[in-house]
């Protein structure tokens, strides 16, 4: 990593860069998981609403050299916390991800948290595991950037790794 990542809350000018970044079909294949149709504008407008007002939500902006490269979240589902992350598809390689989401993971105060990955996004599971997420089940499910059923790993951070320090 050459610059250094920051999170800041969610802005409106923030959105349109979240919305080309969905606009990139490799990101979105490896994501698997992603909107019906990353090119519906209305549709992402009314997600962001919806999640920006739920004060559950922890949206945060990713910024390198205060240039918005990506977003990460911690949400609630059922009574568990999971965590998601998209970066700017030009900017993948660098660490962002790795170093956004160990930043994110410093503000959550609840364990375990987890997280969910298509079982062949490499990229994502490694960013995963960096930040000391474990493997803990199987899931699959309906994929629409895939247009099929795609085999997910299911992971958690568990309570102790809030002990350990940053990788």
């Not at 994501?31 to 945060?60: E, L, M, Q």
């Not at 949400?75 to 160990?102: C, K, M, N, Q």
Request: contains cysteine; hydrophobic residues 40%; negative net charge.
């Amino acid at each position: 990593m050459t610059s250094e990542v920051r999170l800041r809350p969610v802005r409106d000018e923030d959105l349109p860069a979240f919305f080309a970044h969905e606009q990139e079909p490799q990101a979105n294949w490896m994501a698997a998981f992603g909107p019906a149709d990353p090119s519906d504008r209305a549709a992402f407008d009314a997600h962001w609403k919806r999640i920006r007002t739920d004060p559950r939500i922890v949206n945060r902006t990713i910024t390198v050299d205060d240039e918005v490269v990506g977003r990460v979240a911690a949400f609630p589902v059922g009574e568990r916390t999971e965590v998601s992350y998209w970066i700017d598809p030009r900017r993948w390689g660098r660490g962002h991800a790795t170093a956004a989401l160990a930043a994110l993971l410093r503000e959550l105060p609840q364990r375990p948290v987890h997280a969910r990955a298509a079982k062949d996004n490499a990229a994502s599971l490694a960013v995963l595991r960096k930040c000391g997420f474990v493997v803990v089940g199987e899931d699959s499910g309906y994929a629409n950037a895939r247009g099929a059923e795609v085999e997910e790993y299911v992971l958690e951070l568990p309570r102790e790794a809030a002990d350990q320090p940053d990788h």
